[in-house]
């Protein structure tokens, strides 16, 4: 069974910093594409960045140029750096993994920026 497993959210002042880290387990093969999305009270889930197994990324315009998704060296493992948080910021956030057949999600992490 697939499983991906997020950590690393948490309560930050705006302006502040947050990694988070997204680890996947009971799979053998690689994910094509990984991603953040992220889901605030009251609103539809969104895509936050994505990346491919070649490096290809492609993130939201709210986030460009303060977050940063990247994938670690071992297989299925998935960062993503916020900085320069913004109170919209706030959500939990989801790590997703996906083949050509079929999308994995994570549990989610809250992330909280105070103003």
């Known amino acids: 069974q697939v499983q991906l497993v997020e950590s690393g959210g948490g309560l930050v002042q705006a302006g502040g910093s947050l990694r988070l880290s997204c680890a996947a387990s009971?799979?053998?093969?690689?994910?094509?594409?990984m991603g953040w999305y992220r889901q605030a009270p009251g609103k539809l889930r969104e895509l936050v960045a994505t990346?491919?197994?070649?490096?290809?990324?492609n993130y939201a315009d709210s986030v460009k140029g303060r977050f940063t998704i990247s994938r670690g060296n071992a297989k299925n493992t998935l960062y993503l750096q916020m900085n320069s948080l913004k109170p919209e910021d706030t959500a939990v956030y989801y790590c997703?993994?996906?083949?050509?057949?079929?999308?994995?999600w994570g549990q989610g992490t809250q992330v909280t920026v105070s103003s």
């Open positions: 997703n993994g996906a083949t050509i057949t079929d999308n994995y």
């Open positions: 990346i491919t197994t070649s490096g290809f990324t």
């Open positions: 009971g799979t053998i093969f690689s994910f094509n594409q």
